[in-house]
């Protein structure tokens, strides 16, 4: 008994010893738009050709029901594509004409990503009336 009352004492004192931490106000750091002008990095462009420019786009094509969706898609040169597998089987991606390129076996929920340069038909191996078309614009 004595020790558990030495205890809560000892506990007690050391939490009344205890440095108090001060309440930071809102004034002390500025409203919020303040405090994101603070944060947001500025980069200074003499002529807007100067500027630094993000052509390329993420596309995702999804595999469901035997089927590219969409089938046919546009896309810039350099572009990304995704395509994953919500279908209960196998499949894959693969460049039809020459069998340039060609993905893993994709299971269901896996995924696989490739950079378009060209206008490609492609199918999936695996279950050839499964077909797909990418078209690049200029």
């Not at 558990?4 to 004192?13: D, G, R």
């Not at 500025?42 to 590219?68: C, G, R, S, Y």
């Amino acid at each position: 008994m004595k020790s558990s009352i030495y205890c809560v004492l000892v506990l007690l004192l050391t939490i009344g010893c205890a440095p108090k931490k001060e309440k930071l106000q809102a004034e002390d750091y500025g409203d919020r738009a303040t405090q994101e002008k603070k944060m947001t990095p500025v980069i200074a462009v003499e002529k807007e050709t100067d500027a630094l420019k993000n052509t390329a786009t993420f596309h995702t094509i999804l595999i469901k029901q035997m089927k590219f969706d969409p089938a046919e898609l546009n896309v810039h040169k350099g572009d990304t594509v995704l395509w994953i597998n919500k279908d209960i089987t196998d499949h894959d991606v693969t460049e039809e004409t020459t069998k340039a390129w060609t993905s893993a076996k994709l299971a269901m929920g896996k995924s696989w990503t490739k950079v378009i340069k060209e206008n490609t038909n492609y199918h999936c191996s695996i279950h050839v009336v499964m077909k797909g078309k990418l078209i690049v614009e200029q």
